[in-house]
């Protein structure tokens, strides 16, 4: 491949609607966002032996590559790119709007903004190495923290997808807490989209659904119902999940419903919107009848940004975790942070309960999240802090009091009316209007106003249209004046005033949240601060195998920040938000051209929820041949835990059979043969990484697609490390029936301290009928619009997905074009290469036997025997070896490369694309410099880290004594920056070297 194509015009100078200046980041201007020049691309080609881009694929079969790059756009400009955001979200119809229903829509403080673009905490990755992650760890900390004083919960996680992702783990969890496998109980009054979700992951496994029905006269569950439904099968239920607010806007007796859970010792599940615990709010689910609810999930994506057409969203979860209620949290699902200590004694904070995890526990796992929704925690607990008590009580009267309004013009109009006025809701109207041909919606859409949902389908048997309205503190003057006039103009004035019912006492909070409050001038500060104890990837490399710590461009952010599609809702009518809708249907697009497949579904979430989508797809695919039996799912022993713990998330745990390596890390063809022979009557199908975990291409990948086909099986390929191959290998001539693709990873979406993650998964043709959520067509007038397929298999998110990211990879692979994507991999692979082939003079690789394999875009180091020697003597175990270098590196200004996984006692470097010829030489002079330490300074290597804000933390303590969360009067103490990674960065390796061996007091 020729590295230096002809060129669009590069420059940007200062472009208006940009709040930077794109020239001067020097990543951000490179072409394809690659850093190293056509000089360097030539010197490190050269280096590895091979005279062109195209030859580091040479040991692929040549029936799997593509024959020319995929069918996408040319490249633009920055300011052609920067043109076309703007006239694509300019497409989106941005009016006043009372829609809230699946995802309220309220304020988010300033400070939201200011962190969003505080790089090392957007850019780092999930907190594996605490002595350079305080900065994440301490935001999320305050997450937990502050959830935990709204909600009362002891427990908060840091985080889950979203809400219905929070409900489907909770389920889990209780069912597992109490040992019971039998039904679960939901409110009917739950959100529909939600008991979709849960049916979708309900197939093909042993979670079976109840749901108690609806009062039809009341707008809430039936009690009495509810009462003998329990009386008669309480035996059978082992869990019940029900609203404060259900979906209809009413509020539920929450006091009856927990108590009479309680009475059959039923586990129960709160499902909350922490906004309405602020002071002057709703009761907090600790205080639900007597004992109040065992598990909370709820939706937060609110409390963190804009709607953003549906995604990020935040899954809040929590569980009790006090003297009475221990035994629940070490069966729960995703990230804690616990207070800790380091080796001096100072206070800072670690991620706990880790072993519960997919990365250790595999399919025993608690669940199959992997990356969650990280930063949306941290902004959340920012814009917590920032609103404070007295911000927080003021956004609920402001969001009330203009409910009443509302209510009043209603309740004073003739034709509408208030649907159920004797049940009491809290910030939502629900309203009847009595001529069910009148298209209310369309009409104030004509007035410039999002009048609210059309919920008459969660109401089929009542007369009349009902809609919803939902009031917050985002509704001004003049939208409450928009809505009057609406009203008034198309409802006549009746004479009396219809009556509603008032929120009884005990529903509501009986004492203030008591939210901490800090000045905004303080916290910015405070966040700042933060920052500067991580490391980015803008800082230089970050060497973490397996998670392609890429460059992200800040084009991308100011684009997913854009009003038209910021701030639009997920449920506005189709015809509003068509800017939102192409670029849904633009990635659709662009993702067959990139694998080669079918169909694409844009819905999933993380790599690890495109897992799932995978093998539900395999599961109802097998179904529709009337092949449920099919229930074996091989593979190989190094895949990332994920892939395990999703299996067994999918029904298939009992028929996980796992594959054996050959010599060279591939996967062995006798093994896979032998199994195969014993399975095949019963095979679903293969998951196999490729490139694999250990950055080697799978080549005899298509051979066992073919034979697992020809056993009536299917096929599905962890997309993690696309970087790799994306626009060089055709996936369908692969024989890839389903593969999901990481956006957090290859397509440049920041990774956030630990998401939120993203993915898109493509699909062979005998799939295409069966993928989630809805796909989005382009009519012959231009006009997009969605449709569910066929023979869906369901719902995996509330909306959209994470919509906000599929505007960043749009807005990436504007800059990159058809020529880019190749390009990307090529020079990812060519960085790798290179590195490898400087560093493996050194260091032993992994496997071992692999050693003349050609490296794809990432490759593992070990130590020799003698090393783990030397580093035994002096104190550090083998088991802890190699974790202990990871630490060395930290000193160097640099993130420690991936440690012990797929390889216990690997190091694992994946450098990307994004870094110059230089930065890449210096990233190697300190691997060797390390190497040098190891051999003559072992001791050095177990005082590390040494640059860091703290020591080595003592994580055995912080899991013993876990603390996850205080109030929080004072922000928490933060550790001195010992030396920045910045500075690191400006000083030669040598430098630092000496700086090492002089706190030891050695001579260099
Ligand atoms: C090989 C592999 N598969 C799956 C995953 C899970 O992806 P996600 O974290 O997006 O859920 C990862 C994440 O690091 C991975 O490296």
């Known amino acids: 491949m020729n590295s230096s194509l002809a060129q669009p015009d590069h420059s940007s100078s200062r472009i208006p609607h940009l709040p930077y200046v794109p020239d001067e980041y020097p990543r951000e201007m490179a072409r394809h966002y690659i850093s190293a020049s056509p000089e360097d691309i030539e010197a490190m080609l050269s280096q590895v032996g091979l005279s062109n881009l195209g030859e580091l694929f040479s040991q692929l079969p040549k029936d799997c590559r593509f024959n020319d790059n995929p069918p996408l756009q040319g490249e633009l400009s920055y300011k052609e790119a920067t043109d076309k955001l703007l ?211 709820g939706e937060a994506q609110h409390l963190a940004i804009p709607p953003s057409f549906g995604g990020p969203g935040l899954g809040l979860f929590g569980c009790r975790y006090n003297e009475q209620a221990k035994q629940d949290l070490r069966n729960t699902p995703g990230r804690y942070i616990g207070k800790a200590k380091d080796s001096q004694g100072r206070d800072c904070f670690v991620m706990v309960l880790s072993t519960r995890e997919q990365h250790i526990r595999k399919e025993k796992a608690t669940s199959n999240v992997c990356s969650n929704q990280a930063f949306l925690a941290t902004l959340a607990g920012a814009n917590l802090l920032a609103k404070g008590e007295i911000g927080l009580k003021n956004s609920l009267s402001k969001a009330l009091a203009a409910r009443q309004q509302a209510s009043e013009w209603v309740r004073q109009r003739d034709g509408i009316r208030l649907a159920f006025p004797d049940t009491p809701s809290f910030n939502d109207l629900l309203v009847v209007v009595d001529d069910p041909d009148r298209d209310l919606a ?283 191959i994306a626009g060089i290998v055709d996936l369908g001539k692969l024989g890839v029936d389903a593969v999901h693709n990481n956006l957090h990873k290859t397509w440049t979406i920041p990774h956030g301290g630990g998401g939120p993650g993203d993915a898109i998964v493509a699909v062979s043709d005998c799939l295409v009928d069966f993928l989630p959520g809805r796909q989005i067509h382009k009519d012959e007038k231009g006009v997009f619009r969605s449709f569910a397929p066929t023979r869906s298999i369901g719902t995996f998110h509330r909306n959209w997905g994470n919509f906000g990211h599929k505007v960043r990879a749009y807005a990436y692979l504007l800059r990159l074009g058809r020529e880019g994507v190749p390009r990307m991999s090529s020079v990812a692979v060519l960085s790798a290469r290179y590195l490898f082939d400087r560093l493996r003079t050194r260091y032993p690789t992994l496997p071992s036997r692999a050693g003349k394999v050609p490296r794809m875009h990432e490759f593992i180091l070990t130590l020799s025997d003698d090393d783990f020697e030397r580093l035994e003597k002096v104190g550090i175990a083998k088991s802890q070896a190699i974790p202990q270098v990871g630490k060395l590196f930290l000193d160097f200004g640099f993130h420690a490369p991936t440690v012990a996984f797929p390889e216990v006692f690997g190091l694992m470097i994946e450098p990307t694309e994004s870094y110059t010829q230089k930065e890449l030489d210096r990233f190697a002079e300190a691997v060797l410099v390390i190497k040098d330490i190891i051999e003559k300074h072992p001791n050095v290597v177990a005082g590390a880290p040494h640059f860091t804000p703290i020591d080595r933390v003592d994580e055995v303590s912080a899991n013993r004594n876990l603390c996850l969360a205080e109030s929080l009067e004072h922000l928490p103490a933060l550790p001195l920056n010992r030396i920045q990674p910045k500075v690191l960065q400006d000083l030669e390796i040598d430098q630092i070297k000496k700086r090492l061996l002089a706190v030891h007091h050695i001579d260099n």
């Not at 300033?110 to 992650?133: A, D, F």
């Not at 985080?159 to 409900?167: C, E, P, T, V, W």
């Not at 049916?199 to 009462?227: F, I, R």
Request: net charge negative.
């Open 87 to 297: 006239e694509v979200a300019s497409k989106s119809k941005v009016i006043p709007s009372f829609i809230g229903d699946l995802l309220p829509v309220w304020q988010v403080h300033p400070i939201v903004s200011e962190v969003s673009q505080m790089r090392p905490l957007t850019t780092s990755y999930t907190p594996y190495q605490p002595e350079r992650s305080q900065g994440t760890l301490v935001t999320h900390w305050i997450y937990q923290c502050v959830l935990s004083a709204l909600t009362g919960f002891e427990a908060i996680n840091t985080s889950l997808y979203d809400r219905s992702a929070a409900i489907f783990e909770a389920v889990g969890c209780a069912r597992r807490s109490r040992k019971r496998n039998g039904h679960v109980l939901l409110a009917a009054t739950l959100f529909p989209e939600d008991i979709s979700f849960l049916q979708t992951h309900a197939q093909g496994t042993d979670l079976h659904l109840y749901s108690s029905p609806l009062n039809p006269q009341t707008g809430t569950l039936d009690y009495n119902h509810l009462e003998k439904l329990l009386e008669e099968k309480n035996e059978e239920i082992s869990a019940f999940v029900f609203p404060q607010v259900n979906a209809l806007g009413l509020l539920e007796d929450v006091d009856r419903l927990a108590d009479l859970a309680s009475k059959w010792d039923i586990p129960t599940i709160g499902v909350i919107d922490p906004m309405h615990l602020a002071t002057g709010g709703l009761k907090p689910p600790t205080e639900f009848g007597e004992r109040g609810v065992d598990f909370i999930a």
């Open 442 to 724: 369309s009409k104030a859409n004509q007035y410039g106003l999002h009048f609210g949902v059309n919920l008459s389908h969660r109401l089929p048997d009542y007369d009349g249209q009902v809609y919803k309205l939902s009031f917050s503190d985002v509704h001004d003057e003049k939208s409450l004046d928009l809505l009057k006039k609406f009203l008034l103009n198309h409802f006549p004035a009746r004479s009396d005033q219809q009556d509603e019912a008032i929120i009884p006492e005990r529903l509501l909070r009986p004492h203030p949240a008591q939210m901490p409050s800090f000045s905004h001038d303080e916290l910015l500060h405070y966040y700042e601060q933060l920052a500067s104890l991580n490391v980015s990837p803008d800082d230089g490399c970050y060497p973490l195998g397996s998670c392609t710590m890429k460059y992200n461009p800040l084009l991308n952010d100011w684009a997913a920040g854009l009003e038209g599609f910021a701030q639009v809702h997920p449920q506005a009518p189709e015809e509003d938000v068509q800017g939102p809708l192409e670029i849904l249907y633009e990635i659709q697009e662009s993702f067959k051209s990139i694998t080669g497949l079918a169909g694409v579904t844009t819905q999933p979430v993380a790599g690890a929820q495109g897992e799932l989508v995978g093998l539900k797809l395999f599961q109802a695919y097998h179904k529709s041949k009337g092949e449920e039996h099919r229930d074996i799912v091989l593979i190989p022993k190094s895949a990332h835990g994920t892939n395990f713990a999703t299996a067994a998330t999918a029904g298939y745990g009992p028929g996980i059979v796992y594959l054996e390596a050959n010599e060279l890390g591939m996967i062995d063809l006798d093994d896979f043969r032998k199994k195969l022979v014993i399975h095949r009557q019963n095979l679903c199908g293969i998951m196999v990484t490729n490139p694999n975990t250990s950055g080697i291409f799978e080549e005899n990948f298509s051979l066992i697609a073919s034979e697992v086909h020809q056993a009536g099986g299917l096929v599905y390929m962890d997309g993690a490390n696309m970087n790799a």
